[in-house]
């Protein structure tokens, strides 16, 4: 019997295997939505969404320049023009739809960012990477995320970098597709202020790529394109003086912020980091963030040792570890007492997913 069984075609496993994957990991936030989620709106969304948004919308008045008006720090135009569609298809305002939605749209990124890192860390990682990434995210911490409706910004960044950076860096610089990564990162940018970080992290393996592999003038124009649209974007991010009291008032509170962003889920007691901040960084600290980006630093310092061609795709891997540690440094200076709240610890946890994809890559030999 077995002598005619035929084997899996390779499409329909990655269908099955990407359908179990979603299935599982929607289902589990789709469960804690159903046991702790509220339909009474929380938070930002009374003056975000309610007061700015809907209000005037419903009474004609929203103008298209008012969809990129700051909140906060950032300009969150994709999670602004999602409610409103949310708004129109349901006929009323429901954060219970949002939290559904929101949770569709977190399984869609890490889907992409898991396809990504699978073409990248080579062929035979990708049901590992599914495997790692479903176990990761089913622990709820970012539930304040999960179950408040006004979030989708933090999901909108992480697609949109994703596919941003794969762009920018394994297309050919100033080709088609490579300025839909332009577009792409332009679109993280609208959602949360960190997305900026997409265009640095692809200047920076542009740069590296020209200076030791390639020697192509364009790579050498789209990373100083994609500098000067960098700057543009953290020059033009709002300063809120009534912030103040949240960023990093030194460098040692930097540090020591950065230190336990770079460290999770590695942590130390709540008073020993009340102790660090006042004191400054700890060994212990920072002994953790080498634990935990050990294999992120061993991928770069092989890639700049064997010099890889412009088109290997490990290349997106080495973007990835610079664009977190965009994301992990922005939310160090500028939440810099609350660097470990809930809601930022889904852009941390990607750190830890990038380091498991450059420890699988570094095995397989890609």
Same mark, same amino acid.
């Given at each position: 019997?077995?002598d ?105 990124a ?6 990504l890192?699978?073409?990248a ?30 979030q ?17 860096v ?6 088609r ?14 959602? $949360? &202020?960190?997305g900026?970080?997409?265009l #640095? %992290? +692809? ?7 020209? *200076?030791i !592999? /390639? @020697? ?15 700057l ?57 963030v ?29 973007? $990835? &570890? ?5 994301? #992990? %440094? +922005? ?7 609350? *660097?470990? !709240? /809930? @809601? ?9 997913l ?11 030999g890609?």
């Amino acid at each position: 019997m077995n002598d005619h069984m035929r084997p899996v075609p390779r499409r329909v496993l990655l269908l099955l295997q990407f359908t179990a994957f979603a299935s599982a990991l929607l289902g589990v936030k789709l469960w804690l939505i159903h046991s702790y989620g509220n339909d009474v709106p929380y938070w930002d969304q009374w003056d975000g969404e309610a007061v700015g948004l809907y209000v005037p919308f419903l009474r004609g008045e929203l103008s298209w320049l008012e969809l990129f008006a700051p909140h906060n720090e950032h300009r969150i135009f994709t999670t602004r023009i999602l409610g409103l569609l949310l708004l129109q298809l349901n006929g009323l305002w429901s954060p219970l739809l949002e939290m559904a939605v929101n949770a569709v749209l977190h399984v869609l990124a890490l889907g992409t960012a898991v396809w990504l890192m699978g073409k990248a860390a080579g062929k035979q990682s990708l049901a590992l990477l599914l495997l790692f990434t479903l176990l990761l995210f089913a622990i709820p911490f970012g539930w304040e995320n999960t179950l408040a409706g006004f979030q989708a910004q933090f999901y909108f960044v992480l697609l949109f970098s994703v596919l941003s950076i794969w762009w920018l860096v394994v297309a050919q610089a100033l080709s088609r597709w490579w300025w839909l990564g332009v577009a792409s990162a332009v679109a993280a940018y609208f959602s $949360l &202020a960190s997305g900026v970080f997409a265009l #640095a %992290a +692809a200047a920076v393996v542009l740069l590296i790529r020209f *200076a030791i !592999v /390639s @020697r192509d003038r364009r790579e050498l124009a789209g990373a100083l394109l994609l500098l000067v649209l960098f700057l543009a974007g953290a020059f033009t991010t709002p300063v809120l003086e009534q912030h103040a009291q949240l960023r990093a008032s030194d460098a040692p509170h930097f540090f020591t912020a950065l230190s336990l962003v770079l460290a999770w889920p590695f942590q130390i007691s709540p008073e020993a980091i009340e102790a660090a901040v006042k004191e400054g960084p700890l060994l212990k600290e920072w002994l953790l963030v080498i634990a935990r980006n050990l294999p992120v630093a061993a991928l770069v310092c092989s890639m700049l040792w064997k010099l890889p061609t412009r088109s290997n795709p490990a290349w997106f891997l080495v973007a $990835l &570890a610079v664009w977190f540690g965009g994301q #992990a %440094a +922005a939310v160090a200076y500028g939440r810099s007492n609350d *660097a470990l !709240v /809930s @809601r930022y610890l889904d852009l941390h946890t990607m750190g830890v997913l990038v380091n498991f994809a450059c420890l699988v890559a570094i095995c397989t030999g890609s």
